[in-house]
């Protein structure tokens, strides 16, 4: 009989936030595949486990994925951790997942710590619905691509971002949505846990020296009087039309949509200016 693929959550940054359940699977399995080895023996020695661990990170993580898979149609159980949180969410582990499913092994899930809702909780913001984004990309056209469909959402949006990259994010941030009231969070649950909260522009200024990952919770559709923006010409229009259809990643529909709330316009008008702009020639 197959063994079982646990994806165990792990504390975020205080090793106390860890479910006895999941200090139970960690001592029951009969290998941990840790993103990082080294970080998780902490956590296990903390509370006596002795339970072998191999490593499973973005760079080894297919061609590790046979051989702890093998282990599985054997019959053994395994553990997926990654360093914080739960693994595959913007972790490794996802892979091996998909590949258990496909095998008929039972794939369980160990709920516990996560950095986006921790941070969502403390943020002040939102209505209760959010989505998560995950990671900016670095550059180039994957992060164009982003933004622009940052400027599609109305509402709540949670994503991670590295210390070096953190003011640029902002600055394309507040370029792409407006002067939006974000909340940054860093070393969440730790003795310097630190929580930033106020207008994107207010905030900048506050990150001079990043360090540590960032969990960024932004409201976005909530204008400031810095975020006013008046509805451009027809030529003009069409041209930020255009420019948001560019990339092919969001369909014209949406577009419009977007354009609608970014100006406080119904959208059948947007349609109908655009419309108007293209018949004119403008």
Known sequence: MAGTLFVVATPIGNLEDITARALRTLRDVSIIAAEDTRRTA??????????????LHQHNEIGKTRSLLERLIAG???AIVSDAGTPTVSDPGDHLVRAAIAAGVRVESIPGPSAILAALAASGLGDGTF???????????????????????????????????????????AAAV????????????????ELVRGPISGVLPLVEEPRGEFTVVVEIGLRTE???????????????????????????????????K????????????????KKSGD
């Open 262 to 277: 970014r100006y406080g316009v119904p959208a059948r008008e947007i349609y109908q200016r655009l419309e108007a702009a």
């Open 76 to 78: 053994d159980d395994v």
């Open 178 to 193: 407006g002067d939006c009231p974000v909340s940054l969070g860093r070393e969440l649950t730790k003795t310097h846990e």
């Open 226 to 260: 810095n975020d006013a923006k008046e509805l451009p010409g027809g030529a003009g229009l069409l041209a930020e039309f255009g420019d948001m259809t560019k990339t092919g990643a969001p369909s014209r529909r949406d577009v419009i949509s977007s354009l609608s």
């Open 131 to 173: 989505s998560f984004l995950g990671f900016p990309p670095a550059r180039g056209k994957e992060r164009r691509q982003w933004f622009e469909r940052m400027r599609l959402i109305r509402g709540t949006v949670v994503f991670f971002e590295a210390p070096h990259r953190i003011r640029r994010t902002l600055t394309d941030l």
């Open 42 to 55: 902490h956590l296990l020695a903390r509370y006596a486990i002795s339970t072998p661990t191999t490593s």
